[in-house]
């Protein structure tokens, strides 16, 4: 919870159009120190250009349309990344997408797939939250691929399938999915380690 509110205060400082790189400097060496989280606050400053572009086929999700205003939070550590797309309008919708592995600041491309014993695996799960309830779908098998992570653009390649909880034993009732994903100006965030440590 911590890590929540200084993140959101550092989000209030970016936005008082602040010009000083000192101050700028000083906020996120304090975000750093404080909670471990390495933000930069160029990329906070600049997150008006925070866009989503989805170039995924897939079998009635309509994953571009619902996503067409989308924005996106990385968030990565030594063992996991995890990244976050967001409907900007209704703030309901949101995909969910999680790589693990031993190290992922060695591994270049980062790549997963679901149900791997240990390393390199991924997750890929769906959310809409209306009327105080949550609709889940999960991904029954999934591979992907960073192709590049940088705090200017992240792309995300995947394939799999995905459907809701209740159906796992029924494949009939999956639903395809492929293509990629390109964040543009993500909100980036490190836990542990130096931003250059994933950046590629």
């Known amino acids: 919870m911590r890590n929540l509110i200084l993140f959101v205060i550092v989000f209030g400082v970016a936005g008082c159009n602040s010009n000083e790189e000192k101050k700028a400097s000083a906020w996120e060496t304090v ?35 619902r996503f067409k205003n989308g924005f996106a939070t990385i968030t990565a550590a030594k063992e996991v990344i995890s990244l976050t797309i967001t409907n900007e309008e209704n703030g309901q919708d ?3 997408i999680g790589f693990t592995g031993t190290d992922l600041t060695q591994m270049r ?35 992907g691929e960073i192709i590049s992570l940088k705090p200017e653009k992240a792309v995300i390649r995947l394939k799999g399938n995905i459907g809701y909880m209740a159906d796992d034993q029924h494949p009939e009732k999956w639903k395809a999915f492929e293509g990629t994903l390109t964040l543009n100006y993500p909100v980036f ?12």
């Open 109 to 143: 491309p980062i790549k997963g797939r679901m149900n791997t014993n240990g390393e390199n695996s991924m997750s890929f799960s769906m959310a809409n939250y209306k009327n105080n309830e949550a609709d889940m779908m999960m991904a029954f098998d999934v591979e």
């Open 31 to 65: 975000l750093k120190k404080t909670t471990g989280i390495d933000t930069d606050m160029d990329n906070l400053k600049n997150s008006e250009k925070n866009k989503v572009e989805i170039d995924i086929a897939d079998d009635g999700l309509n994953l571009k349309e």
């Open 94 to 96: 949101h995909i969910l």
């Open 189 to 200: 965030q490190v836990l542990g380690k130096d931003r250059k440590d994933f950046v590629y």
